[in-house]
């Protein structure tokens, strides 16, 4: 193993690629979760002159989970940037003197759930305003019944129930984006062998070992181990910064620490394919933009593949990122999940590396 502790040292000494190999994981984790927690936050900006009616509807809203953003005027209400702003300017004296003139302005920058959702509650809050006003007996018992239906608890109570993993997008969309960073990292890594290419380091490295076979499995497994940290620190960021029970078995666990470990062999090999081909490391900069974009782009790490062509999807099936990324939707999904999926999808990462280490065994030494 003289190989591996020798190239393990050597990565870990340059401070630039240490630096984003912890650096990274830690920053895309961050968007990747505030993205998804914004997202997932429902807002509403009002403006409601009438102390009274924003009372109300505040109120009732605020129990359907709705953040509130309280407009100081209508232009602001309706140029904010929640997922809703409506304008309600009638005093509670006009309601209740025309209930069924209830006039509201809306306005959404954009159809989605959140929007579409928020429309929903609004209807039952302002509906129930409507009822209200039509059978209070004045005015003033108006006002007294809105108050009164605040300050009530619900005659029956909602427990919503989420199937699977609540966090299931967030996990999911999270390490597909580690995909792409370990995908990219690794092969611009293996770069460094360029250097001793040329210097005929590796000639004289290729001594210590029993074959080509040997380097390379000693090579590809200083990326695994490199790897499997970072897999380990996703998962400290999700349990402890973000508080996100991840809902994996010790099984699921294990599968996915290999998984990721097999994601970093498979790259490191591509990488050390294509360091074979050329002595510069321009070209070798290009050789890796070239190759790890489309895997990443193509395997679902940076959008669904679903929303790809479906002759892009067919050409996706073959690719190992594409593994990866399914094998996520599988075990963060918090169902009992596909096993065979899941067997095929592993299965299918081990041939890949085998692969790829047969054909870096035909790689000429002098081209190593």
Known sequence: MRIFELYL?????????????????????FMVVTQYNDATKVTLALYAPDPAVDSYVSAMLEKQDVTLIHAKDADSAIKSSANLGIVFSQTAGELYASPDGMKIESYAKETNFNSKSLEVKLNSVFSSLQTLAKNAPDAEAFKQNMK???DSPARVKVEPSILGNPHAVVLTSTFNMIVFIML????TNTLLFLGDKVHSTTERVLLT???KLSYYLQTALVFAAIGIVQFLLMIALMSGAFGIDLELSASHLLLLVLAYGLLNVI???IGLLLVSRTTKQSTGRLLVTVVSLPLAMLGGTLWPSSIMPEGMQRFARILPTRWITELNTELFSGFPGNSGAVTTHFISLLGCAAVIFLLLTRVKTQDI
């Open 148 to 150: 009164l239906m605040v």
């Open 267 to 269: 790259a490191a090999g």
């Open 209 to 211: 070992a029993k074959n």
């Open 9 to 29: 040292k050597r990565i870990v000494k340059r401070r630039l690629t240490l630096i984003f190999m912890v650096l990274l994981p830690v920053l895309f984790t």
């Open 184 to 187: 990219f990292l690794t092969m």
